[in-house]
T-cell receptor, first 112, second 115 residues
C-alpha cells in the first residue's frame, strides 16, 4: 500500500510556480521521499528525492517539513510540458525490499 | 531518451498466441524491473531482478514468464493471456549498491492489447 496521500488533481498557470503537496505522516526515520512524474502514455520519470534536508536540482525543489510528515515539490516556472501525473513515494533504501510502490498520484494540469 | 529501450512499443495478440516483450538498458545498471499499468490504475510491480537473479515475484500469474539472461536485457514471455491483461508494460532499471535504489529509469513501455 502507498504510504503517501496526495490531492487527486491541481491546476497551475504557465510560468507560475507549482507547489505539489504530499502527506506521509507514518514515514520512518530512514525512509526517503521520492518524486516521479508520468507524462501521458510514457514511462515514469524520476524527479528528485530527499531524506530530511531540502533538495534542489535542475528540475525541481523538494521541501520536507521538520517533522518529515509532509513535503512539497516545487516546479519554479511551470510549463505546458509539466502537465503530468506526479507521484510522491516513500522508500526505504537500506535493508528495504526494493519495492518502489506507486500510488494514484496527482494530476497536474498547467494551463496557458 | 532514458537509456532503457523497450520493444515492441505496441503489440496486439490473441489469447492463444505466444509473444515476448524485450527490454534493454544501456546504463550499466545491475537491477531490472517489470511493472504493469492497467487503465486508470496505479503501476503494479511484477518482477525484480538483481544481478540477473529474480528477487521479487509479486504474485504474478504463470502466463507471464520473465527472463533475464544478463544485466542489460530483460524479457517478458507471454502466453495464453486474457483480455484483462491488456495494459502498458513498463521496464525499468536501477543501480543497486549497498542498498536498494529508488532512482529507477523507465522505458517508454510496451502497449499490449489482448483480443
Amino acid at each position: 500500500d502507498a504510504k503517501t496521500t496526495q490531492p487527486p488533481s491541481m491546476d497551475c498557470a504557465e510560468g507560475r510556480a507549482a507547489n505539489l503537496p504530499c502527506n506521509h505522516s507514518t514515514i520512518s526515520g530512514n525512509e526517503y521521499v521520492y518524486w516521479y512524474r508520468q507524462i501521458h502514455s510514457q514511462g515514469p520519470q524520476y524527479i528528485i528525492h530527499g531524506l530530511k534536508n531540502n533538495e534542489t536540482n535542475e528540475m525541481a525543489s523538494l521541501i520536507i517539513t521538520e517533522d518529515r510528515k509532509s513535503s512539497t515539490l516545487i516546479l519554479p516556472h511551470a510549463t505546458l510540458r509539466d502537465t503530468a501525473v506526479y507521484y510522491c513515494i516513500v522508500f526505504l533504501t537500506q535493508g528495504g525490499s526494493e519495492k518502489l510502490v506507486f500510488g494514484k498520484g496527482m494530476k497536474l494540469t498547467v494551463n496557458p | 531518451e532514458t537509456g532503457v529501450t523497450q520493444t515492441p512499443r505496441h503489440l496486439v495478440m490473441g489469447m492463444t498466441n505466444k509473444k515476448s516483450l524485450k527490454c534493454e538498458q544501456h546504463l550499466g545498471h545491475n537491477a531490472m524491473y517489470w511493472y504493469k499499468q492497467s487503465a486508470k490504475k496505479p503501476l503494479e510491480l511484477m518482477f525484480v531482478y538483481n544481478f540477473k537473479e529474480q528477487t521479487e515475484n509479486n504474485s504474478v500469474p504463470s502466463r507471464f514468464s520473465p527472463e533475464c539472461p544478463n544485466s542489460s536485457h530483460l524479457f517478458l514471455h507471454l502466453h495464453t493471456l486474457q483480455p484483462e491483461d491488456s495494459a502498458l508494460y513498463l521496464c525499468a532499471s536501477s543501480q543497486v549498491t549497498s542498498g536498494a535504489s529508488g532512482e529507477l529509469f523507465f522505458g517508454e513501455g510496451s502497449r499490449l492489447t489482448v483480443l
